[in-house]
């Protein structure tokens, strides 16, 4: 298999990927907050029930209060963080060889052996190669025309990494 592309990666095209690459995101940011809220609001009422009010539980309801109200905002930030390098449209260029997958972007490069990835699976229109230690990294579906398509398939089948695919 040799296959080389190049495409523009936009700001709105990250998003998307990181997304795809993390589908549970959402969850990971509001459940916490939930928890946090919850939590914070019944300390806040044990305090409270008590005649004078017992400080240390006003104090610990309030600070894991502030904590559920705040968790949202500082997953935001970690994720703006991770998707600062692409906040201006870029020409991304992936090889993938029998022997490695490869892409370069201004600024980056990555190259990876194939035994390192544990799975490649088609989400919300993006191919995301899941690496063993280190997460995982996408790129758009759609760059790779239909032949592309199906020799990286084959290729991906038959290195035992191709995983279900949810288009």
Request: aromatic fraction near 10%; include cysteine; charged fraction near 20%.
């Amino acid at each position: 298999m040799d296959i080389s592309f190049s495409f523009v990666f936009t700001p709105e095209m990250a998003k998307r990927s990181y997304r795809a690459c993390h589908p549970s995101a959402p969850v990971a940011r509001w459940l916490p907050a939930v928890i946090y809220v919850v939590l914070g609001v019944l300390a806040l009422a044990e305090a409270l029930r008590s005649s004078p009010p017992d400080p240390v539980g006003l104090g610990v309801g309030c600070v894991v209060l502030l904590l559920g109200l705040g968790w949202p905002v500082f997953q935001a930030r970690r994720i703006a963080r991770l998707l600062r390098p692409f906040a201006e449209p870029a020409t991304s260029r992936i090889v993938l060889t029998n022997a490695e997958y490869a892409a370069e972007s201004p600024g980056r490069t990555m190259t990876r052996e194939w035994a390192t990835f544990k799975s490649v699976a088609l989400v919300r229109g993006f191919w995301v190669l899941k690496i063993e230690a280190e997460g995982k990294v996408a790129f758009p579906a759609d760059a790779l025309d239909a032949p592309r398509t199906e020799v990286f398939r084959a290729a991906m089948r038959e290195k035992g990494l191709l995983a279900g695919s949810k288009a």
